[in-house]
């Protein structure tokens, strides 16, 4: 065999030796992978606690939480919470899932482990650069959770830290000194993690695939996976210096952010000639593309999955990866739609509308790809196809009320309310999660080498399908209501009516919550007692299940594979049964 | 499985679309006092009825494929969707596109409309500062002119909310300063906003508007109350830890009830 034109599967470090190479400075993509996964695992139970609380507080603001004073004396004295602790609660919420979960677990999580080895690699391109782009992330969570614990609290002004609120220092109220610093250095460290690891994903997908590998038969999740690092790269690389100029206009009295004449506290604040829509500007042109970095791994990651267990390929695989670039491709146009009502000249509030609303086609594209693949499909119903078929559903949910928000006239209606919370929880926060969920059920067994138990999961499923239509659809009639957002109690006469809304969706957020518990206990317990996983448990067609579960340390075992098929060939009469994997050189009939 | 999926899904969808529908006021909407605000609403109707139906129509044959796949008896064969890919994405192009060709171009005619038109020259002007966390409304007095504003003159303690200085501003004399918005029933209003401190937001449910006040910048804004009433001002842009209590009241008040209050203020200030 010509074995020439690829490229050697050569070991790109030695096997490690002794613990802490082993398991803890690992430059082994699949360790950093399920690093990774367990620091987005340790922020998602940490932001899912504080949405609990939040919850609780906006169902009965006066109740008081037990241990809750513990946390913060001056944000909750005996035990209930303040105005000021929910709006940090908040905050730190949005910050956690956004950027530590949503970011960290769908595209750096399940990417790093799983890119290398479905590209046929051995490991990255530059395996040191991605120990340090995890270890960097590292220290941006803990910089972060430290604004839990210093004299004036977490930060407050959300997760868009919009300024000046953010930029003014501790004149603004408690939360907005040492707090708010450690914000902006936070998310810029988290930048830095982000820009390597974009690179890496890049130049692994470009220059590591093995021999055969071409482009077309690239898996949906690493097609994902790369066109996420590219918009990475530029987003990442706008919110970084961003987060710089905040942290200079806090500590070093420069006036990017902060106009002349500000009276706060009353005191004249000594600023002058910095522009509050520019941060907004800057911002949000990381912040929609950072939508779709949660977003597209997740739609690569059910893509993936679904022709696994429906036995036969998607529809249209090629439109399905235009689709994903030209949702990657609109993000950059769009960012001004957050922007709406922000006191921007209303003209370009119509430029930015009708992009907007394009990228609807694309998506609607996907989803019907999806559907239309079920069709006819002889489903297997696991765990991780349901939460495939959920994500579709609540892809759909949270997609169609982007139809309303994309209206400027609409919008100026809807803006700041639950109609809004409503949109972005479904399509980004629930979306994503159910992928990530399909994704551990699905690919756990191959990263720990145990199978999950399946009724566990199931219930775990049912509880979660059921439990985020409860929480978050009667945030739709809220937002239609005029229930404005960021509120941490409904004193005002017109709000006063909505409040069992709110205290329903509140249970109904405990239960789903609990309900999270039965994952996490699945998750552990199989990792240690569930049945060991054989090598190619979901009789699946790409290279990861080429390969002993868990793979070795240089995830072939130094064989050079050779692909000779696209990446989902079911339905087919394969000597195996009814799939043709990548690496088998059988010629494919059609069944 | 695939059966409970299914039933459960229809029944998540038929729930979901019902509540918006059965409601006591139509999409949970409330009234609409503003002369413009009817354009907002039928766009709202018109999307909710477009995107509502595509939420249906998509969920439901979600639900039905999935039925159906979940037969996996050895005489049924795969299948694949007739046409291929190409069905899904001329319906996808030609559904959503005509969808959204329409909502741009009526929508735009209404945003237009509010935002890309100039106020009536007969308007009554009234500016409005934010500030943590109370809005105050201003009044030209007499002259028909606003005083200059001076910020380092703000003293709230003394009622000086504005900044203004009457010893060297003989504009600034007979400003009439109000906590509350008042005015007149049917008669166009024209809006200025700014803020002292930080962003926040004016929103007014029943004027359909919303429209955050950004330190630096003057905002204008136009609109013309058709129904007298008392409605709550809620600050809808994060301000800091009062957020949630910064609130004031429009009242919109017949033209002679108006007159008689502004006298009123006139001789308190």
């Known amino acids: 065999m010509d074995n020439t034109l690829a490229k050697p599967a050569a070991h790109q470090h030695a096997p490690p030796e002794g613990f802490l190479r082993k398991y803890v400075f690992s430059v082994d993509h699949k360790v950093i992978g399920l690093q990774y996964y367990g620091l987005a695992l340790v922020a998602v139970v940490i932001g899912m606690v504080l949405s609990w609380l939040m919850r609780v507080h906006l169902g009965w603001s006066t109740f008081p939480i037990p241990g809750l004073g513990k946390l913060s004396a001056a944000g909750a004295p005996d035990n209930i919470m303040t105005p000021e602790y929910y709006l940090s609660l908040m905050t730190m919420h949005g910050t956690i899932m956004v950027f530590f979960v949503l970011t960290n677990a769908p595209f750096s999580g399940f990417g790093n482990y799983f890119l290398p080895i479905q590209v046929g690699a051995a490991d990255m391109a530059f395996p040191r650069m991605n120990m340090m782009s995890f270890w960097v992330t590292l220290v941006a969570f803990l910089v972060l959770m430290a604004a839990f614990f210093v004299p004036d609290g977490p930060p407050l002004s959300g997760w868009t830290a919009y300024a000046p609120l953010s930029a003014v220092g501790k004149d603004a109220g408690p939360g907005q000194a040492l707090g708010q610093s450690l914000w902006g250095i936070s998310i810029a460290i988290f930048c830095v993690g982000q820009l390597l690891g974009s690179l890496n994903f890049i130049a692994t997908t470009l220059d590591l695939r093995t021999k055969g590998m071409s482009l077309a038969r690239l898996p949906f999740s690493t097609w994902a996976w790369f066109i996420t690092s590219v918009i990475g790269l530029l987003a990442f690389a706008v919110l970084l210096p961003a987060c710089i100029l905040l942290v200079l206009d806090r500590v070093a009295g ?46 690569g990651i059910v893509s993936h999955i679904l022709p696994a267990f429906m036995r036969k390929p998607l529809l249209g695989p090629r439109v399905l990866v235009g689709c994903m670039a030209a949702i990657a491709f609109l993000s950059y146009m769009v960012w001004g739609h957050h922007m709406f009502v922000s006191g921007m000249n209303p003209f370009s509030a119509l430029l930015f509308s009708v992009p907007t609303l394009v990228i609807t086609i694309p998506a609607t594209v996907a989803v019907l790809l999806w559907i239309g693949s079920v069709y006819g499909a002889k489903l297997r119903f696991t765990s991780a196809s349901l939460f495939c078929l959920g994500f579709i559903s609540v892809f759909i949910s949270g997609g169609i009320s982007g139809f309303f928000l994309a209206q400027p006239s609409i919008d100026t209606y809807l803006h700041a309310t639950y109609f809004v919370v409503a949109h972005f929880h479904f399509v980004m926060g629930v979306a994503a999660i159910f992928a990530i969920f399909a994704g551990t059920y699905f690919w756990m067994p191959k990263m720990v080498g145990r199978m999950m138990n399946e009724t566990l999961g199931k219930i775990h499923f049912w509880l979660t399908f059921v439990g985020v239509y409860c929480i978050f659809m009667p945030m739709h009639y809220l937002g239609l209501a005029g229930n404005v957002r960021r509120y941490s109690a409904f004193t005002d006469d017109f709000l006063v009516p909505l409040i069992p809304v709110h205290q329903f969706i509140t249970i109904a957020a405990l239960i789903t919550g609990a309900a999270q518990f039965i994952f996490i206990f699945n998750l552990i317990w199989s990792r240690f007692r569930g049945p060991k996983a054989p090598d190619n448990p979901w009789q699946a067609t790409s290279l990861e299940w080429s390969t002993s579960s868990p793979p070795p340390f240089d995830n072939f075992g130094g064989k050079q594979l050779v692909v000779h098929h696209e990446a989902y060939e079911y339905g087919v009469a394969g000597s195996a049964g009814d799939y043709v994997m990548q690496t088998s050189p059988e010629v494919v009939k059609a069944q | 499985m695939g059966k409970a999926f299914a039933v459960v899904l229809v029944i998540i969808t038929v729930i979901s679309t019902a509540v918006f529908i059965f409601h006591g006021q139509l999409l949970w909407l409330p009234e609409d006092i503003s002369a413009h605000g009817h354009g907002i609403d039928h766009q709202l109707m018109e999307t909710m009825a477009g995107s509502g139906f595509l939420f249906v129509l998509s969920q439901v044959l979600l639900g039905i494929f999935v039925w159906q796949s979940s037969d996996r008896s050895e005489s049924r064969k795969i299948k694949t969707f007739p046409g291929g890919a190409k069905p899904m994405v001329v319906t996808a192009i030609v559904l959503v596109g005509l969808e959204i060709l329409a909502l741009s171009f009526v929508g735009s005619k209404v945003w237009a409309g509010i935002y890309l038109t100039p106020p009536d020259p007969g308007s009554m002007h009234i500016d409005l500062q934010a500030g943590q966390f109370a809005f105050y409304f201003r009044y030209a007095g007499a002259d028909g002119k606003f005083g200059g504003l001076h910020p380092d003159k703000i003293d709230e303690g003394n009622g000086n909310f504005f900044g203004l200085d009457p010893a060297n501003d003989v504009a600034a004399r007979d400003d009439i300063t109000s906590a509350s918005l008042v005015i007149p029933v049917n008669r166009p209003i024209y809006l200025t906003m700014h803020s002292k401190d930080v962003i926040h937001s004016f929103y007014v449910r029943e004027l359909r508007i919303q429209q955050d006040i950004v330190p630096g910048l003057l905002i204008p804004l136009h609109f013309t109350a058709t129904k007298t009433g008392r409605y709550e001002i809620v600050c809808t842009q994060l301000c800091g830890l009062g957020h949630h209590n910064m609130r004031a009241y429009l009242e919109v008040m017949p033209e002679d009830q108006f007159d008689q209050w502004l006298k009123a203020k006139e001789a308190e200030q």
């Open chain 1, 254 to 299: 420069t006036s990017f952010f902060i106009p002349s004449g500000l009276v706060i506290s009353d005191r004249l604040q000594p600023h002058a000639g910095g522009s509050p829509l520019l941060w907004q500007h800057l911002f949000w042109f990381f912040g929609h593309p950072e939508v779709y970095i949660a977003i597209l791994p997740a739609i």
